[in-house]
């Protein structure tokens, strides 16, 4: 079963505009990520936030977490064609063999 | 790139066949994981190898085995195939169970 719930499951945007995706989970978590994959191919991780921190910068990514609410967000800022992709939160429970646990993810298209 | 390879690329296999998919861990990692990913979904765990020992199993049915070399690259055996196993298989490796996992490029399996 999964873990993390996102929202949407997808997002059509113009290049420069931001985009901002959602993802609830259910249990206790160590730290969660964000994972990006391009058409059906591996995924590629793009962030990490501990279960102590509340917002991680990297780039054009802004991450936040909130525990209390279960949820976290990624902000991509000014988005460009190359951004097109999907995009997956990931919990990891660590009394669970360090599994990853995804959510369904979120389709991103950006268009030039 | 992740230094992760996996073959073959794609399969096509009849239903009630047996398969066996491969992959080679990043240079210094210990840890290999397999996901299936059906379309339009996000990756299921289906079992973790660290040291050549199943270190976690999600619920996948005994059909779906592993095993870890001591080079700890990996195989994934699926007997008795039903249509159901047709998806995008990942494997992804990991120092330890370190939060953070590098993807394959993944093999496509068609069950017919």
């Known amino acids: 079963s999964q873990q993390g719930e996102e929202d949407p499951q997808a997002l059509s945007i113009q290049e420069g505009e931001n985009a901002t995706m959602n993802c609830s989970y259910k249990t206790s978590i160590n730290n969660l990520q964000w994972y990006r994959q391009n058409s059906g191919r591996g995924l590629v991780h793009l962030i990490l936030?501990?279960?102590?921190?509340r917002e991680k910068h990297s780039g054009r990514l802004r991450v936040t977490l909130d525990t209390s609410k279960k949820s976290s967000s990624l902000l991509i800022t000014a988005s460009r064609a190359a951004d097109t992709a999907s995009y997956f939160c990931?919990?990891?429970?660590?009394?669970?063999?360090?599994?990853?646990?995804f959510g369904q993810g979120t389709e991103l298209s950006v268009k030039p | 790139e992740t230094g992760v390879t996996q073959s073959p690329t794609h399969l096509i296999k009849t239903r009630g066949q047996q398969v066996t998919l491969r992959c080679s861990s990043q240079?210094?990692?210990?840890?290999v994981s397999w996901y299936q990913q059906a379309l339009g979904q996000g990756p299921q765990f289906i079992f973790q190898?660290?040291?050549?020992?199943?270190?976690g199993r999600g619920n996948f049915p005994p059909r779906f085995s592993g095993l870890q070399f001591p080079n700890y690259s990996s195989e994934l055996n699926v007997n008795a195939l039903e249509l159901d196993d047709s998806a995008l298989y990942l494997c992804?490796?990991?120092?330890?169970?370190?939060?953070?996992?590098?993807f394959g490029p993944g093999t496509r399996l068609l069950v017919l």
């Open positions: 936030i501990r279960s102590n921190e």
């Open positions: 190898y660290y040291r050549e020992e199943e270190n």
């Open positions: 240079s210094g990692h210990n840890t």
């Open positions: 990931a919990t990891m429970i660590y009394n669970q063999g360090g599994k990853l646990i």
């Open positions: 992804a490796s990991s120092l330890g169970t370190g939060p953070i996992q590098y």
